[in-house]
Protein backbone atom coordinates (compact mmCIF):
# COMPACT_ATOMS: atom_id res chain seq x y z
CA UNK A 1 0.00 0.00 0.00
CA UNK A 2 2.85 2.47 0.78
CA UNK A 3 4.95 1.52 -2.24
CA UNK A 4 1.93 1.78 -4.06
CA UNK A 5 0.97 5.63 -3.00
CA UNK A 6 5.05 6.23 -3.35
CA UNK A 7 4.62 5.26 -7.45
CA UNK A 8 2.18 6.90 -7.72
CA UNK A 9 3.25 10.11 -5.99
CA UNK A 10 6.90 9.69 -8.25
CA UNK A 11 4.73 9.01 -11.45
CA UNK A 12 2.64 12.47 -10.77
CA UNK A 13 5.98 14.20 -9.29
CA UNK A 14 7.89 13.10 -12.84
CA UNK A 15 4.74 14.01 -15.23
CA UNK A 16 4.54 17.32 -13.54
CA UNK A 17 8.22 18.36 -14.52
CA UNK A 18 7.86 16.97 -17.66
CA UNK A 19 5.05 19.26 -18.37
CA UNK A 20 7.31 22.53 -16.57
CA UNK A 21 10.05 21.21 -18.73
CA UNK A 22 8.10 21.37 -22.57
CA UNK A 23 5.14 23.26 -21.56
CA UNK A 24 6.40 26.44 -22.91
CA UNK A 25 8.25 24.58 -25.98
CA UNK A 26 4.78 23.26 -27.47
CA UNK A 27 3.91 26.20 -29.81
CA UNK A 28 -0.42 26.58 -29.37
CA UNK A 29 -1.13 26.88 -32.85
CA UNK A 30 -3.98 29.50 -32.49
CA UNK A 31 -4.80 27.63 -29.18
CA UNK A 32 -3.39 31.37 -27.55
CA UNK A 33 -6.40 33.93 -27.47
CA UNK A 34 -5.58 36.61 -29.48
CA UNK A 35 -4.17 39.51 -28.73
CA UNK A 36 -6.68 42.83 -28.68
CA UNK A 37 -6.22 45.92 -30.03
CA UNK A 38 -5.02 47.51 -27.17
CA UNK A 39 -2.54 44.94 -26.43
CA UNK A 40 -0.96 45.28 -29.68
CA UNK A 41 -1.09 48.92 -29.81
CA UNK A 42 1.48 48.97 -26.80
CA UNK A 43 3.71 48.70 -29.46
CA UNK A 44 2.74 51.89 -31.13
CA UNK A 45 2.62 54.12 -28.27
CA UNK A 46 6.47 54.41 -27.38
CA UNK A 47 6.10 57.00 -30.43
CA UNK A 48 2.79 58.14 -30.41
CA UNK A 49 1.37 58.13 -26.87
CA UNK A 50 -0.29 55.92 -24.38
CA UNK A 51 -3.38 58.08 -25.84
CA UNK A 52 -2.40 58.24 -29.05
CA UNK A 53 -1.78 61.50 -28.95
CA UNK A 54 1.51 62.13 -30.79
CA UNK A 55 5.36 63.34 -30.41
CA UNK A 56 6.56 65.60 -32.77
CA UNK A 57 9.69 65.15 -30.84
CA UNK A 58 9.86 61.77 -32.40
CA UNK A 59 7.65 62.78 -35.83
CA UNK A 60 5.04 60.85 -34.63
CA UNK A 61 1.63 62.11 -35.49
CA UNK A 62 -1.33 62.69 -33.65
CA UNK A 63 -3.58 59.12 -34.87
CA UNK A 64 -6.00 58.89 -32.05
CA UNK A 65 -9.54 58.80 -33.34
CA UNK A 66 -8.83 58.73 -36.86
CA UNK A 67 -11.21 55.88 -38.50
CA UNK A 68 -10.18 52.81 -38.61
CA UNK A 69 -10.84 52.39 -42.32
CA UNK A 70 -7.65 54.64 -42.26
CA UNK A 71 -5.66 53.35 -40.23
CA UNK A 72 -6.11 50.14 -41.80
CA UNK A 73 -5.25 51.07 -44.89
CA UNK A 74 -2.09 53.47 -44.16
CA UNK A 75 -0.79 50.21 -41.97
CA UNK A 76 -1.00 48.09 -44.99
CA UNK A 77 0.41 50.44 -46.92
CA UNK A 78 3.57 50.28 -44.51
CA UNK A 79 3.56 46.72 -44.45
CA UNK A 80 3.73 46.26 -47.97
CA UNK A 81 6.45 49.08 -48.92
CA UNK A 82 3.82 51.00 -50.95
CA UNK A 83 4.32 54.18 -48.33
CA UNK A 84 7.67 54.20 -46.12
CA UNK A 85 9.77 52.64 -48.38
CA UNK A 86 11.95 56.09 -49.94
CA UNK A 87 14.92 56.46 -49.04
CA UNK A 88 14.02 59.78 -47.91
CA UNK A 89 11.40 59.31 -46.26
CA UNK A 90 13.02 59.01 -42.43
CA UNK A 91 9.61 59.12 -40.07
CA UNK A 92 8.37 56.54 -43.02
CA UNK A 93 11.06 54.19 -42.48
CA UNK A 94 10.66 53.85 -38.82
CA UNK A 95 7.06 53.14 -39.04
CA UNK A 96 7.50 50.61 -41.71
CA UNK A 97 9.36 47.26 -39.41
CA UNK A 98 7.04 48.87 -36.31
CA UNK A 99 3.46 47.92 -38.78
CA UNK A 100 5.07 44.56 -39.63
CA UNK A 101 4.54 43.79 -36.14
CA UNK A 102 1.28 42.92 -36.67
CA UNK A 103 1.09 39.29 -37.49
CA UNK A 104 -1.89 39.31 -39.78
CA UNK A 105 -4.61 40.99 -41.26
CA UNK A 106 -6.77 39.91 -38.46
CA UNK A 107 -4.53 42.33 -35.81
CA UNK A 108 -4.06 45.18 -38.23
CA UNK A 109 -8.09 45.62 -38.27
CA UNK A 110 -7.89 45.44 -34.04
CA UNK A 111 -5.35 47.75 -33.86
CA UNK A 112 -7.06 50.06 -36.21
CA UNK A 113 -10.16 50.30 -34.18
CA UNK A 114 -8.69 50.60 -31.07
CA UNK A 115 -6.93 53.43 -32.51
CA UNK A 116 -10.67 54.69 -33.67
CA UNK A 117 -11.56 54.56 -30.32
CA UNK A 118 -9.42 56.50 -28.97
CA UNK A 119 -10.47 60.04 -27.99
CA UNK A 120 -9.23 62.61 -30.66
CA UNK A 121 -6.70 65.14 -28.47
CA UNK A 122 -7.06 68.97 -29.22
CA UNK A 123 -3.74 69.75 -31.62
CA UNK A 124 -1.54 72.90 -30.31
CA UNK A 125 -0.47 74.97 -32.46
CA UNK A 126 2.91 74.91 -33.20
CA UNK A 127 3.45 76.93 -36.87
CA UNK A 128 3.12 80.41 -36.21
CA UNK A 129 3.90 81.78 -39.60
CA UNK A 130 0.90 80.17 -41.67
CA UNK A 131 -1.87 82.98 -42.97
CA UNK A 132 -5.22 81.10 -42.74
CA UNK A 133 -6.87 83.35 -44.98
CA UNK A 134 -4.67 83.08 -47.80
CA UNK A 135 -4.88 79.36 -47.44
CA UNK A 136 -8.71 79.47 -47.41
CA UNK A 137 -8.13 79.87 -51.33
CA UNK A 138 -5.75 77.62 -51.86
CA UNK A 139 -8.18 74.96 -49.95
CA UNK A 140 -10.24 74.63 -52.67
CA UNK A 141 -8.03 72.19 -53.79
CA UNK A 142 -8.48 70.01 -51.29
CA UNK A 143 -12.07 70.66 -50.58
CA UNK A 144 -13.36 68.19 -53.00
CA UNK A 145 -11.93 64.81 -50.79
CA UNK A 146 -11.49 66.26 -47.94
CA UNK A 147 -14.65 68.07 -47.65
CA UNK A 148 -15.13 71.61 -46.40
CA UNK A 149 -14.11 71.08 -42.65
CA UNK A 150 -11.79 68.36 -43.33
CA UNK A 151 -13.40 66.00 -41.89
CA UNK A 152 -12.35 63.76 -45.03
CA UNK A 153 -14.57 61.60 -47.16
CA UNK A 154 -14.25 57.34 -46.61
CA UNK A 155 -15.80 56.88 -50.44
CA UNK A 156 -12.83 58.56 -51.97
CA UNK A 157 -10.33 57.43 -49.30
CA UNK A 158 -9.57 61.28 -47.82
CA UNK A 159 -8.95 61.00 -44.46
CA UNK A 160 -10.40 63.37 -42.19
CA UNK A 161 -7.94 66.30 -41.78
CA UNK A 162 -9.11 68.83 -39.34
CA UNK A 163 -7.31 68.77 -36.02
CA UNK A 164 -4.15 66.90 -37.15
CA UNK A 165 -0.87 68.77 -35.99
CA UNK A 166 0.12 71.55 -38.15
CA UNK A 167 3.79 70.15 -38.12
CA UNK A 168 2.67 66.58 -39.23
CA UNK A 169 0.39 68.18 -42.34
CA UNK A 170 3.21 70.21 -43.29
CA UNK A 171 6.08 67.31 -43.63
CA UNK A 172 3.02 65.15 -45.45
CA UNK A 173 2.55 68.01 -47.57
CA UNK A 174 6.41 68.21 -48.43
CA UNK A 175 6.93 64.72 -48.72
CA UNK A 176 3.89 64.56 -51.59
CA UNK A 177 5.45 67.54 -53.19
CA UNK A 178 8.84 66.01 -53.50
CA UNK A 179 8.11 62.79 -54.27
CA UNK A 180 9.31 61.19 -51.21
CA UNK A 181 5.29 60.24 -50.99
CA UNK A 182 2.83 59.40 -53.10
CA UNK A 183 5.22 57.67 -55.94
CA UNK A 184 4.91 54.29 -55.36
CA UNK A 185 3.08 52.73 -58.23
CA UNK A 186 0.78 51.07 -56.53
CA UNK A 187 -0.18 53.99 -54.01
CA UNK A 188 -3.53 54.96 -55.75
CA UNK A 189 -4.61 57.28 -53.41
CA UNK A 190 -0.87 58.78 -52.86
CA UNK A 191 -0.83 59.41 -56.74
CA UNK A 192 -3.72 61.11 -56.74
CA UNK A 193 -2.54 63.66 -53.67
CA UNK A 194 0.65 64.21 -55.47
CA UNK A 195 -0.21 66.45 -57.55
CA UNK A 196 -2.33 68.31 -55.42
CA UNK A 197 0.28 69.45 -53.22
CA UNK A 198 1.88 70.10 -56.48
CA UNK A 199 -0.34 72.94 -56.65
CA UNK A 200 0.86 74.86 -53.90
CA UNK A 201 4.19 76.68 -54.94
CA UNK A 202 6.41 76.70 -51.61
CA UNK A 203 6.62 76.43 -48.12
CA UNK A 204 4.72 79.14 -47.22
CA UNK A 205 1.84 78.20 -49.52
CA UNK A 206 1.73 75.32 -47.61
CA UNK A 207 2.01 77.02 -43.97
CA UNK A 208 -1.09 78.92 -45.15
CA UNK A 209 -3.49 76.08 -46.19
CA UNK A 210 -2.31 74.15 -43.06
CA UNK A 211 -3.28 77.26 -41.03
CA UNK A 212 -6.17 77.59 -42.43
CA UNK A 213 -6.80 73.59 -41.72
CA UNK A 214 -6.34 74.38 -38.16
CA UNK A 215 -9.49 76.46 -37.91
CA UNK A 216 -11.22 73.45 -38.16
CA UNK A 217 -12.73 71.41 -35.78
CA UNK A 218 -12.73 67.94 -35.24
CA UNK B 1 32.59 23.31 -38.78
CA UNK B 2 31.08 26.59 -37.91
CA UNK B 3 30.20 26.36 -41.88
CA UNK B 4 27.82 23.44 -41.25
CA UNK B 5 25.67 25.57 -39.47
CA UNK B 6 26.17 29.00 -41.14
CA UNK B 7 27.67 29.91 -45.13
CA UNK B 8 30.39 31.60 -45.82
CA UNK B 9 29.97 33.78 -48.05
CA UNK B 10 33.40 35.87 -48.27
CA UNK B 11 36.59 36.04 -48.62
CA UNK B 12 37.60 36.31 -44.88
CA UNK B 13 35.07 34.54 -43.51
CA UNK B 14 36.81 31.72 -43.01
CA UNK B 15 39.58 32.88 -41.09
CA UNK B 16 37.37 34.31 -38.88
CA UNK B 17 35.68 30.73 -38.54
CA UNK B 18 39.29 29.33 -37.95
CA UNK B 19 39.89 32.19 -35.23
CA UNK B 20 36.91 31.15 -33.32
CA UNK B 21 37.70 27.63 -33.50
CA UNK B 22 41.11 28.30 -32.17
CA UNK B 23 39.56 29.93 -29.11
CA UNK B 24 36.99 27.89 -28.75
CA UNK B 25 38.75 24.56 -28.58
CA UNK B 26 41.73 26.11 -26.50
CA UNK B 27 40.05 27.59 -23.85
CA UNK B 28 37.17 24.88 -24.13
CA UNK B 29 40.08 22.22 -23.33
CA UNK B 30 41.88 24.42 -20.56
CA UNK B 31 38.24 24.96 -19.37
CA UNK B 32 37.18 20.97 -19.09
CA UNK B 33 40.86 19.56 -17.99
CA UNK B 34 40.40 22.88 -14.84
CA UNK B 35 37.01 21.61 -14.43
CA UNK B 36 37.83 18.46 -14.16
CA UNK B 37 40.52 18.60 -11.72
CA UNK B 38 38.78 20.94 -9.79
CA UNK B 39 35.76 18.42 -8.99
CA UNK B 40 38.11 16.03 -8.46
CA UNK B 41 40.08 17.30 -6.07
CA UNK B 42 36.73 17.60 -3.98
CA UNK B 43 35.82 14.30 -4.62
CA UNK B 44 38.92 12.77 -3.83
CA UNK B 45 39.81 15.29 -0.83
CA UNK B 46 35.91 15.18 0.59
CA UNK B 47 36.21 14.73 4.37
CA UNK B 48 36.77 10.89 5.06
CA UNK B 49 36.44 9.07 8.36
CA UNK B 50 39.47 8.56 10.32
CA UNK B 51 41.25 11.26 8.23
CA UNK B 52 42.11 14.17 9.15
CA UNK B 53 42.39 17.42 7.17
CA UNK B 54 45.76 19.01 6.94
CA UNK B 55 47.17 23.08 6.05
CA UNK B 56 49.15 22.66 2.70
CA UNK B 57 51.27 25.81 2.49
CA UNK B 58 52.24 25.46 -1.20
CA UNK B 59 55.92 26.48 -0.63
CA UNK B 60 57.17 22.68 -2.02
CA UNK B 61 58.49 22.98 -5.30
CA UNK B 62 55.95 20.47 -6.66
CA UNK B 63 53.21 22.60 -4.89
CA UNK B 64 54.15 25.27 -6.88
CA UNK B 65 54.01 23.75 -9.87
CA UNK B 66 50.12 23.86 -9.77
CA UNK B 67 50.33 27.69 -9.94
CA UNK B 68 53.08 27.86 -12.24
CA UNK B 69 52.61 25.74 -14.68
CA UNK B 70 49.43 26.45 -15.44
CA UNK B 71 50.28 30.17 -15.54
CA UNK B 72 52.79 29.42 -18.10
CA UNK B 73 50.26 27.81 -20.46
CA UNK B 74 47.77 30.46 -20.18
CA UNK B 75 50.51 33.22 -21.05
CA UNK B 76 51.74 30.59 -23.89
CA UNK B 77 47.90 30.01 -25.60
CA UNK B 78 47.01 34.08 -25.17
CA UNK B 79 50.08 35.19 -26.93
CA UNK B 80 48.77 32.38 -29.67
CA UNK B 81 45.50 33.46 -29.33
CA UNK B 82 46.55 37.53 -29.90
CA UNK B 83 48.72 36.33 -32.75
CA UNK B 84 46.25 34.83 -34.80
CA UNK B 85 43.56 37.40 -33.91
CA UNK B 86 46.29 39.93 -35.07
CA UNK B 87 46.85 38.58 -38.20
CA UNK B 88 42.81 38.31 -38.99
CA UNK B 89 42.28 41.92 -37.80
CA UNK B 90 44.86 43.04 -39.82
CA UNK B 91 42.99 41.35 -42.89
CA UNK B 92 39.96 42.44 -42.22
CA UNK B 93 39.87 45.85 -40.57
CA UNK B 94 43.33 47.29 -41.26
CA UNK B 95 43.23 47.22 -44.69
CA UNK B 96 41.54 48.06 -47.85
CA UNK B 97 42.32 46.12 -50.74
CA UNK B 98 41.30 47.15 -54.01
CA UNK B 99 38.00 47.74 -54.89
CA UNK B 100 35.96 47.04 -58.17
CA UNK B 101 32.92 48.80 -56.63
CA UNK B 102 31.82 51.18 -53.86
CA UNK B 103 28.33 51.10 -51.98
CA UNK B 104 27.11 53.60 -49.25
CA UNK B 105 25.22 51.91 -46.58
CA UNK B 106 22.89 54.30 -44.41
CA UNK B 107 21.42 53.25 -41.15
CA UNK B 108 18.47 55.06 -39.33
CA UNK B 109 15.97 53.50 -37.05
CA UNK B 110 15.39 50.92 -38.18
CA UNK B 111 16.26 50.65 -41.72
CA UNK B 112 19.12 50.34 -44.06
CA UNK B 113 19.65 52.49 -47.11
CA UNK B 114 22.00 51.19 -49.79
CA UNK B 115 23.49 53.33 -52.14
CA UNK B 116 24.55 51.50 -55.50
CA UNK B 117 26.79 53.56 -57.75
CA UNK B 118 25.09 52.43 -60.99
CA UNK B 119 26.41 52.09 -64.65
CA UNK B 120 29.06 54.00 -63.94
CA UNK B 121 30.62 52.57 -60.81
CA UNK B 122 30.93 55.79 -59.35
CA UNK B 123 29.24 57.16 -56.09
CA UNK B 124 27.23 60.63 -55.67
CA UNK B 125 26.61 60.89 -59.60
CA UNK B 126 22.65 60.88 -61.29
CA UNK B 127 22.69 57.16 -61.58
CA UNK B 128 23.21 56.00 -58.33
CA UNK B 129 21.06 53.59 -57.66
CA UNK B 130 19.04 53.86 -53.99
CA UNK B 131 17.39 50.90 -52.20
CA UNK B 132 15.80 50.19 -48.87
CA UNK B 133 16.51 46.98 -47.30
CA UNK B 134 18.12 45.86 -49.76
CA UNK B 135 21.73 45.47 -51.14
CA UNK B 136 22.81 44.25 -54.57
CA UNK B 137 26.64 43.09 -55.19
CA UNK B 138 28.41 40.99 -57.49
CA UNK B 139 30.40 37.92 -56.83
CA UNK B 140 33.59 37.59 -56.69
CA UNK B 141 33.64 41.55 -56.58
CA UNK B 142 35.87 43.66 -53.80
CA UNK B 143 33.69 46.34 -52.35
CA UNK B 144 34.70 49.16 -50.15
CA UNK B 145 31.21 50.20 -47.55
CA UNK B 146 31.17 53.13 -46.25
CA UNK B 147 28.77 53.40 -43.27
CA UNK B 148 26.72 55.83 -41.84
CA UNK B 149 24.42 56.97 -39.24
CA UNK B 150 21.54 59.32 -39.75
CA UNK B 151 20.50 59.41 -35.86
CA UNK B 152 22.05 56.81 -33.39
CA UNK B 153 24.61 54.27 -33.00
CA UNK B 154 23.78 51.34 -35.13
CA UNK B 155 26.03 48.32 -36.43
CA UNK B 156 26.17 47.01 -39.87
CA UNK B 157 26.34 43.23 -39.57
CA UNK B 158 26.07 40.69 -42.45
CA UNK B 159 26.67 37.24 -40.34
CA UNK B 160 27.38 35.05 -43.88
CA UNK B 161 30.50 37.61 -44.29
CA UNK B 162 31.30 37.22 -40.59
CA UNK B 163 31.25 41.15 -41.40
CA UNK B 164 30.60 43.53 -38.03
CA UNK B 165 30.93 47.43 -38.30
CA UNK B 166 29.97 50.18 -35.63
CA UNK B 167 28.29 52.81 -37.94
CA UNK B 168 28.85 56.12 -35.54
CA UNK B 169 26.43 59.16 -36.12
CA UNK B 170 28.48 62.37 -37.90
CA UNK B 171 31.15 59.41 -39.31
CA UNK B 172 32.23 57.58 -42.59
CA UNK B 173 33.68 54.70 -41.82
CA UNK B 174 34.95 52.42 -44.06
CA UNK B 175 35.48 48.73 -44.61
CA UNK B 176 35.28 45.94 -47.53
CA UNK B 177 34.13 42.36 -48.45
CA UNK B 178 34.15 40.13 -51.66
CA UNK B 179 31.33 38.31 -51.70
CA UNK B 180 32.39 34.37 -52.62
CA UNK B 181 28.60 32.75 -53.07
CA UNK B 182 25.71 33.67 -54.58
CA UNK B 183 22.09 34.00 -52.96
CA UNK B 184 20.54 36.33 -50.28
CA UNK B 185 21.37 36.33 -47.25
CA UNK B 186 20.44 38.42 -43.35
CA UNK B 187 21.63 42.18 -42.95
CA UNK B 188 21.30 42.98 -39.32
CA UNK B 189 21.21 45.65 -36.86
CA UNK B 190 24.25 44.35 -33.76
CA UNK B 191 23.78 47.56 -32.08
CA UNK B 192 20.67 48.57 -29.70
CA UNK B 193 19.24 51.45 -31.33
CA UNK B 194 15.64 52.18 -30.28
CA UNK B 195 12.49 49.95 -29.48
CA UNK B 196 12.76 48.57 -33.16
CA UNK B 197 16.11 47.29 -33.11
CA UNK B 198 14.85 43.53 -33.46
CA UNK B 199 13.13 43.99 -36.35
CA UNK B 200 15.86 46.15 -38.27
CA UNK B 201 16.65 43.59 -40.84
CA UNK B 202 17.63 43.96 -44.03
CA UNK B 203 19.09 41.34 -46.99
CA UNK B 204 22.20 41.06 -49.15
CA UNK B 205 21.54 39.74 -52.54
CA UNK B 206 24.45 38.22 -54.14
CA UNK B 207 24.08 38.10 -58.09
CA UNK B 208 26.08 36.46 -60.51
CA UNK B 209 27.51 39.09 -63.10
CA UNK B 210 25.00 38.81 -65.93
CA UNK B 211 22.41 39.20 -63.18
CA UNK B 212 24.01 41.97 -61.55
CA UNK B 213 24.10 43.81 -64.29
CA UNK B 214 20.86 43.22 -65.67
CA UNK B 215 19.85 44.96 -62.18
CA UNK B 216 22.11 47.67 -62.56
CA UNK B 217 20.36 48.20 -66.09
CA UNK B 218 16.68 47.54 -64.71
CA UNK B 219 16.98 50.41 -61.86
CA UNK B 220 19.19 53.00 -63.10
CA UNK B 221 16.78 55.10 -64.62
CA UNK B 222 15.11 55.60 -60.75
CA UNK B 223 17.83 58.34 -60.28
CA UNK B 224 17.69 60.71 -57.31
CA UNK B 225 19.60 62.80 -55.34
CA UNK B 226 22.14 61.12 -53.11
CA UNK B 227 23.28 61.07 -50.09
CA UNK B 228 26.03 63.55 -49.41
CA UNK B 229 29.25 62.03 -48.44
CA UNK B 230 32.54 63.11 -49.40
CA UNK B 231 33.78 61.41 -52.01
CA UNK B 232 36.93 58.28 -50.92
CA UNK B 233 39.28 56.90 -53.61
CA UNK B 234 39.89 53.56 -53.33
CA UNK B 235 42.42 51.39 -52.21
CA UNK B 236 45.40 52.19 -49.43
CA UNK B 237 45.21 51.35 -45.78
CA UNK B 238 43.46 53.15 -42.83
Known amino acids: MHQTTTRRLLALLGAAVTAGLFGGCIKPDGAAPPLSGKELFASCSSCHGVGGEGNPTLAAPSIAGLPAWYVESQLVKFRTGIRGAHPDDLEGLRMRPMSRQMKDEAEVKRVSEYVASLPAPKAVKTLADGDATAGASAYATCLACHGPAGLGNEALKAPPIAGQSDWYLLAQLKKFKDGVRGTNPKDVTGAQMRPMAMTLADEKAMKNVVAHIATFSR | ?238
Request: charged share 20%.
Open chain 2, 1 to 238: MISHYLEQASTFARDIDNLILLITLTVGFWFLLAQFLFFGFILKFRAQDGKKAQYISGENKWEKRWVSLPHYATLFFDVLIIIAAIRVWQDVKMTLPQADSTVRVIAQQWAWTFVHPGPDNKLDTADDIRTVDELHVEVNKTYHFELQSRDVLHSFSVPVFRLKQDVIPGRTIKGWFKPTMTGGFDVQCTEICGIGHGIMAARVLIENAADHAAWVKANAPQVAAATPADNVPTGGSR
